[in-house]
C-alpha cells in the first residue's frame, strides 16, 4: 500500500501507442481548444471577471477584435500588482519610470474610473512572449518552457494567428494523462525526486501570522505565483497564490488583505467546500523520497505551480504557542464584482491555528519542486538543451521594466488629469 501511495499508477490509456513524445506536435496539444481573448481597451474589471468565470489563469490580448495577432497576456500577476499600485504599495523599479504615471494610474481607479488592460498588461513580472508555429515539435516546446518561460502561444503556420496556449501545468497534465505512450517519460516517474536530484532548497515562504498584504508584496516583489505558509517551526501549513487574488475583487472582501494569511487559507478552504462541494484538504506538500509520479500527481490535482519539500513534522511537545487564526466565514461571491472598491476594515474574530484541516500531515520546509524544475529535467534526459531558469527569473525581472515603459507610453492619452482634478473622492491608502 506505501508503494502504491508514494508511486501512483499512471491513467489507463486504452490502445496507448507508444511514440517519441519528441515527435508530437504543439498543434496536437492545441487541437480544438477553445481560447477567449481580451483587447488591449478592455477594462482591468471585465477581464478580471472572465479569469474568475471561466477559471482561467491567463488571457491573450489583442491589439482589437479583428486582430488574429496577439501581443500580450493579462494573468493574476499583473491582478495582484494591481491591487498593490491601489493600496499604495506597489514599488516600481528605479529605471522603470516616473512615479507621477503610477501616481495617476491608482488616482483614477481609487475614484472608479475604467482602466484599460493596457496599462496593466506588464505590472506583473513576466518572462517573455514565446510564439511557436502548429508544426514545432514538442521537444522545441518543453525546451522553451523546461526554461522557466510559463506560457507560449501557437500560431497558424505562416502566419500570426494564434490558435491555442500551452502553459507549463498544460504540458505536465498533457505528460501525465499520456504517460503510457511515452516510454521514456513512464520510467521517469517511479524514480525518487531524491534519485533524480530535482529540486531548489532557496524557498520563499510567509509565516501565517504575517498579513494577507506581505504576501502579495512578496510574490510581486520576488516575481513568483505562490508562497509556502509556514508556522513558527517552518511547517507547512498551506499555500498562498496569485490566483487567490480573485477572493479579493470586492469592496467586502477588502478587510482579508490586513487579515492572517491562516485566516486567508480558512477562507479559501470553507470557499472550496461552499462553491466546488470539495471537502478534501489540499496537500501542496512532498518530502524526497517522494516519486515523481506522486509529486506530479499532486500538481495535476491540485492545479499548484509548485510542490513543497518537507521533512517530518516538529514535535508537537517543543512547539511555542500557536498564532491565532481568525473564525473561517465564507468569503462573499466572486463573481458580477465591483472589482477594487475600497471599504473600512473590520478585524475579523480568533480561534486556534489546529483548525486548519490537514496541518498535521504536513512537516518542516526544505525544499520546493516547480513545473519548471520537472520540465527542465524531462528536457535534459531527452538530450535537449534548455537554458538556466534562474537566468529566466532574473529576465523577466528586466522585462517588466521595459514592458512598463511601453504600455504606459501607449496608455498615457487615457489618463485624463482633468477628470482626475474633478473627482472630490478623499484619496485612499492603507498604510501597515
Not at 87 to 102: I, K, R, T, V
Not at 412 to 422: M, W
Request: proline content about 8%.
Amino acid at each position: 500500500m506505501a508503494d502504491l501511495l508514494s508511486t501512483p499508477p499512471l491513467p489507463k490509456q486504452e490502445g496507448a501507442i507508444p511514440r517519441d513524445w519528441r515527435s508530437v506536435s504543439a498543434g496536437e496539444l492545441v487541437d480544438q481548444q477553445v481560447l477567449r481573448f481580451v483587447e488591449l481597451d478592455t477594462p482591468v474589471e471585465s477581464a478580471c471577471q472572465m479569469l474568475i468565470d471561466h477559471g482561467l489563469s491567463s488571457l491573450p490580448i489583442r491589439t482589437s477584435p479583428d486582430d488574429e495577432s496577439v501581443c500580450g497576456t493579462f494573468d493574476y500577476t499583473d491582478l495582484n500588482a494591481f491591487l498593490l499600485l491601489i493600496m499604495g504599495l506597489y514599488q516600481p523599479e528605479e529605471d522603470e519610470l516616473d512615479l507621477s504615471s503610477f501616481e495617476e494610474l491608482a488616482k483614477k481607479a481609487r475614484a472608479g474610473g475604467s482602466i484599460p488592460v493596457k496599462l496593466v498588461k506588464d505590472l506583473g513580472k513576466k518572462g517573455p512572449f514565446v510564439t511557436v508555429p502548429e508544426s514545432a515539435p514538442l521537444s522545441k516546446v518543453v525546451e522553451v518552457l523546461g526554461s522557466g518561460v510559463h506560457r507560449i502561444a501557437v500560431v497558424r503556420e505562416g502566419t500570426n494567428r494564434v490558435v491555442g496556449m500551452i502553459s507549463q501545468l498544460r504540458l505536465i497534465r498533457f505528460f501525465w494523462e499520456y504517460g503510457r505512450c511515452f516510454p521514456s517519460i513512464e520510467a521517469l516517474y517511479p524514480c525518487s525526486l531524491r534519485d533524480l536530484n530535482i529540486g531548489s532548497t532557496e524557498v520563499i515562504s510567509i509565516n501565517g501570522d504575517k498579513k494577507v498584504l506581505d504576501a502579495l508584496e512578496v510574490m510581486n516583489s520576488e516575481g513568483v505565483s505562490s508562497l509556502a505558509v509556514v508556522d513558527n517551526h517552518y511547517n507547512v501549513v498551506g499555500n498562498i497564490s496569485t490566483t487567490d487574488v480573485k477572493y479579493l475583487t470586492r469592496s467586502s472582501s477588502i478587510p482579508l488583505l490586513k487579515s492572517t494569511c491562516f485566516h486567508f487559507l480558512s477562507v479559501i478552504l470553507t470557499d472550496r467546500g461552499l462553491n466546488d462541494g470539495k471537502d478534501s484538504y489540499p496537500v501542496f506538500h512532498v518530502n524526497p523520497l517522494s516519486s515523481l509520479a506522486h509529486t506530479v500527481a499532486k500538481i495535476v490535482a491540485t492545479q499548484a505551480h509548485r510542490m513543497w519539500i518537507v521533512e517530518t513534522p516538529s514535535p508537537a511537545s517543543t512547539a511555542p504557542p500557536t498564532p491565532t487564526l481568525p473564525h473561517a466565514v465564507p468569503p462573499p461571491p466572486i463573481s458580477h464584482s465591483p472589482v477594487f472598491s475600497v471599504s473600512a476594515f473590520s478585524p475579523p474574530g480568533a480561534s486556534s491555528l489546529g483548525s486548519i484541516p490537514g496541518i498535521s500531515m504536513s512537516g518542516r520546509l526544505t525544499g520546493v519542486v516547480s513545473l519548471t524544475d520537472i520540465l527542465h529535467l524531462i528536457a535534459k534526459s531527452a538530450g535537449l538543451a534548455p537554458e538556466d531558469p534562474s537566468e529566466a527569473r532574473r529576465q523577466r525581472r528586466r522585462s517588466s521594466s521595459s514592458s512598463m515603459r511601453a504600455s504606459f507610453d501607449q496608455g498615457r492619452g487615457s489618463l485624463d488629469l482633468r477628470e482626475l482634478r474633478e473627482h472630490r473622492g478623499g484619496s485612499f491608502e492603507i498604510r501597515r
